[in-house]
C-alpha cells in the first residue's frame, strides 16, 4: 500500500493485491470527505473460459474437469456438474449415494471454513497480517485449527483419493464407494473436530464485531427436512420459491466492464447473498439442535443481517457439518452399486448445491452421443460481488475519520466476510482508495 | 540454500490462471505449516497474508499459466526477482486445463462465456511458464502433491537434488497392489506415459489414470494411444484423454496431434 499526497491536499491510497482470498482483485474507493463516490471491484484473474472448452467433452468427464475451476471447492464443482447431468440424462441415483455425497461435502465444508475461519478471516478481527504472525501468539488455537482443517481434508481423501480435485465423484455415483470400516476409522477424529467446532463458535463469539447491518436479499438451497447441500428449491426471503431449471428465469448476470467476474443478480430487483448467512437464515430450523444451542449462546440468531458475523455462522455451521458427518457414518450401508447406469440420450439439466461459499449453479446439455453441446456456470462469488460493492458504499462512510490505512483494512475484511473466491467467479484483490 | 548474513531465505508465491488448489497445498500441509514458516520468510504469498514484502527472494513459487499479455510481462519481473523459480502444478508446468483453447477459436470461446466480449483481453493460446523464461524446477500434478512440495523445499534449502520420482503410475499402481484396471478392465488409463507422484489413486479407485501428473521421462505416447486405437476405443475419446490437464505438454500432444493427422 502507498499514500500519494498530491499538491491540492487530496490523497491516493493504493493496495497492490487484496490479500487472505483465492484468487486476485482489486478494490477501488474514491472518497471526497466522508461521502463514497465510487466502489470497484476490479476483478483481474484473467478469465480460464470453461464454459467454452467444456462443449465437446463427453459428460463423464466434466465433474473431473469443473472440480479445476476451484482447488478450494473441488467438491462444490463436481457435485453442481454431477446433480445437473444426472437431470439432463434423467439417471436416478441410490439413497445410499445421496448420504454419501452429503458426507463428502461435510469434509469440504469443514476443511474451507477451518480455512476461511482461521486462516483467512480471523487476522482481520485480531489484527494480524496472517495466520502465521497470529500464531506467534496464539499457537493452540492455530495449531487446533490446522487439525480442525486437516479432519475435513482426511474425510475428502478417504473418500476421493486426495483432499484437492478427489477422483471418484462420477455422474451416477462414485467410481468406488467405501466400506462401512473405511469410514469408520475417522469417527474419532470428527468427534474431536466436533469438540474443536463448538470451540471454534465460542472463539469466534468473542470478536468484536462492526455495528452494521443491511436489508439483504437471501438466497439459498432449501430443502424440506435438512440443512442444504446438494438438493432442495431455491428459495429467498422475499418470495423467491424455484426449482433449479427456473434460475435463469430470475438470476441475471450482469457484464461490468472492471470485472473478468460476471455480476449477478436479481432480475429486477439487485443485488443478493448467497453462503453461510444465507443458509442458517433461510434454513436455521434444519440446524442441529447442538449447532442451534451453539448459536444461541453465541447470541447468534436469524435473522442475522451483519455480514461481519459471517464467521460466526461459518462455525456454527462447522458444528453442523462434523454432526451430520457423524450420522451418516452411523447410518451408513453401502449401495448395491457405486453407480448407476446410464443411458445416454440427449437432454438439459440444471442443478444448485451449496458450496462453501453459498449457491453455485450449473447447467449443461449433451446429445445422444453424450457430448456436451452447451454448459452455464455461476459460482457464489459471483453472485456475490455486486453485494460486496454495496456493502462497501454503505460501510466505507462509518469509517470516515479513520486513518486511509484503517479504512483499507476493514474494507478489506468487509469483502472477506464473503470469502470470495476469484478464482472460481472469474471464471481479488487490489485495494486502491482516493480520497479528496 | 545459503541465505545472505545468516538471514532466513525468502519465498514467495505468485499466481497466474488457475484455480489456487497448488499453492493450497502448502496451506494444505497441516502438520508441516508452521514448522515451514519457521524455517523461511514467507515474505509473498497473497492468498495467506496482507504483508506483502518486495523482493527479491530466494525462491519463487509459480503457480497458473500465463493468458493474457500483461501476465507475459509481469513473469518476467519474476524472473529477475527470483534466484531459484520453480513451477507449481499442471497450469504452470504444462498450460493447464485453459490450455484447450489453443487447438480452438479462443474468440469464440470469449464469446460464448462473456456478454461483452470486448471487455475481456486474453491471449489465444495459456502456455506454461518455461515457454517464457527459464524455470529451475517443474513440479507436476493436477493438483501437486503436498508432501513433494515440502520435500522440494527442503532439497532447495539445503542444496541438494530433490527426490521426485519420474517413473510412470504403474510403479506406484504395482507397489500399491492395485489390480492393473487396463488389463483386467480394458479401462482406458494413461498411467504407462504419466509420471508417478499421485500415489496412483485413481486406478485404487476403479479407474483409468487420466493424466493430472503429466508425462513422465521419455513416455511413449504415440504407441499408447495406438494401442488404445487397437483395442476398439474410438479417435474422439483418445484425442480427448491426451487433451486435460497437461494438454500442451508436447509428449501428449504429439500423440494426440499426429492421430488427428
Excluded at chain 1, 337 to 348: D, M, S
Excluded at chain 2, 120 to 127: D, M, P, V, Y
Amino acid at each position: 500500500m502507498n499514500v500519494t499526497p498530491t499538491a491540492k491536499g487530496t490523497r491516493t491510497v493504493k493496495v497492490d493485491m487484496l490479500a487472505r482470498v483465492e484468487g486476485e482483485g482489486g478494490l477501488l474507493i474514491r472518497m471526497k470527505g466522508d461521502r463514497v463516490q465510487e466502489v470497484k471491484l476490479n476483478i483481474f484473474e484473467p478469465p480460464r473460459l470453461f464454459e467454452g472448452f467444456l462443449r465437446g467433452r463427453h459428460f463423464s468427464e466434466v465433474p473431473d474437469i469443473t472440480a479445476r475451476i476451484c482447488g478450494i471447492c473441488p467438491i462444490a464443482y463436481q457435485m453442481s456438474s454431477v446433480h445437473a447431468l444426472e437431470r439432463a440424462l434423467g439417471v436416478q441415483i441410490d439413497p445410499a449415494v445421496r448420504l454419501l455425497r452429503r458426507l463428502f461435502y461435510c469434509g469440504e465444508w469443514i476443511e474451507s471454513h477451518a480455512l476461511h475461519v482461521y486462516m483467512l478471516h480471523a487476522p482481520d478481527f485480531l489484527g494480524y497480517q496472517d495466520v502465521i504472525e497470529m500464531a506467534a501468539e496464539h499457537r493452540e488455537t492455530v495449531e487446533k485449527a490446522l487439525r480442525l482443517k486437516k479432519i475435513g481434508n482426511e474425510l475428502v481423501a478417504l473418500m476421493g483419493g486426495r483432499e484437492i480435485h478427489p477422483v471418484s465423484a462420477a455422474v451416477g455415483g462414485f467410481y468406488k464407494a467405501p466400506r462401512k470400516r473405511d469410514l469408520e476409522a475417522i469417527r474419532e477424529p470428527l468427534r474431536w473436530a466436533l469438540d474443536a467446532s463448538l470451540e471454534t463458535v465460542r472463539f469466534t463469539a468473542g470478536l468484536a464485531f462492526p455495528d452494521f447491518e443491511q436489508d439483504y436479499e437471501f438466497v439459498s438451497v432449501s430443502h424440506p427436512d435438512e440443512y442444504p447441500f446438494n438438493e432442495g428449491r431455491i428459495v429467498s426471503n422475499r418470495g423467491i420459491d424455484i426449482d433449479a431449471a427456473e434460475f435463469e428465469e430470475h438470476f441475471i448476470e450482469q457484464h461490468v466492464k472492471h470485472s473478468t467476474s460476471l455480476h449477478a443478480v436479481v432480475r429486477e430487483r439487485g443485488s443478493y447473498l448467497v453462503g453461510p448467512l444465507a443458509r442458517f437464515n433461510l434454513n436455521y430450523e434444519k440446524l442441529t439442535p447442538l449447532a442451534r444451542q451453539a448459536a444461541a449462546d453465541a447470541g447468534l440468531a436469524p435473522p442475522c443481517r451483519n455480514p461481519f458475523k459471517s464467521i460466526l455462522v461459518r462455525a456454527v455451521e462447522l458444528v453442523f457439518a462434523c454432526e451430520e458427518a457423524l450420522r451418516i457414518i452411523d447410518e451408513y450401508e453401502p449401495p448395491a452399486a457405486p453407480r448407476a447406469t446410464i443411458e445416454v440420450r440427449a437432454g438439459t439439466g440444471a442443478a444448485a448445491t451449496e458450496a462453501p461459499r453459498g449457491l453455485l449453479y450449473h447447467r449443461y446439455s449433451v446429445d445422444s452421443d453424450g457430448l456436451v453441446t452447451a454448459a452455464r456456470i455461476v459460482p457464489p462469488t459471483s453472485q456475490n460481488l455486486k453485494r460486496m460493492e454495496d456493502d462497501l458504499w454503505r460501510f466505507v462512510p462509518q469509517l470516515a475519520s479513520q486513518p486511509v490505512e484503517e479504512i483499507t483494512w476493514r474494507a478489506e475484511q468487509a469483502i472477506r466476510n464473503y470469502d470470495p473466491c476469484i478464482s472460481c467467479s472469474c471464471h481479488f484483490l487490489k485495494v486502491k482508495i482516493e480520497r479528496e | 540454500m545459503s541465505s545472505d548474513n545468516g538471514r532466513k531465505p525468502r519465498i514467495a508465491v505468485f499466481k497466474f490462471a488457475s484455480c489456487d488448489g497448488c499453492q493450497l497445498s502448502l496451506l494444505d500441509a497441516e502438520d508441516e505449516l508452521l514448522a515451514v514458516a519457521g524455517a523461511v520468510e514467507i515474505a509473498y504469498f497473497p492468498e495467506a497474508s496482507r504483508r506483502m514484502l518486495k523482493g527479491p527472494y530466494d525462491i519463487g513459487l509459480v503457480e497458473g499459466s500465463i493468458t493474457t499479455h500483461h501476465d507475459a510481462q509481469r513473469i518476467q519481473q519474476i524472473r529477475r526477482q527470483c534466484r531459484t523459480l520453480v513451477t507449481i502444478g499442471a497450469c504452470a508446468t504444462a498450460g493447464g486445463i485453459q490450455a484447450l483453447r489453443n487447438w480452438r477459436d479462443t474468440g469464440e470461446f470469449v464469446r460464448y462465456v462473456y456478454a461483452r466480449p470486448d471487455y475481456i483481453q486474453t491471449l489465444n493460446h495459456s502456455t506454461p511458464i518455461a515457454e517464457h523464461v527459464p524455470v529451475d524446477f517443474e513440479l507436476r500434478g493436477c493438483p501437486i502433491n503436498k508432501y513433494q512440495l515440502i520435500e522440494l523445499l527442503s532439497a532447495t534449502l539445503a542444496g541438494r537434488k530433490p527426490n521426485i520420482p519420474t517413473y510412470s503410475v504403474c510403479i506406484e499402481c504395482k507397489r500399491r497392489g492395485t489390480v492393473c484396471v487396463a488389463v483386467a478392465q480394458g479401462a482406458m488409463c494413461l498411467g504407462p506415459v504419466t509420471q508417478a507422484g499421485c500415489g496412483a489413486i485413481c486406478p485404487a479407485y476403479g479407474r483409468g489414470c487420466y493424466g493430472c501428473y503429466g508425462p513422465m521421462e521419455n513416455p511413449n505416447s504415440k504407441r499408447l494411444a495406438a494401442h488404445f486405437l487397437e483395442t476398439g476405443k474410438e479417435r474422439e475419446q483418445v484425442v480427448r484423454a491426451f487433451r486435460t490437464y497437461n494438454a500442451w505438454a508436447w509428449q501428449f500432444r504429439e500423440a494426440t496431434e499426429e492421430r488427428e493427422g
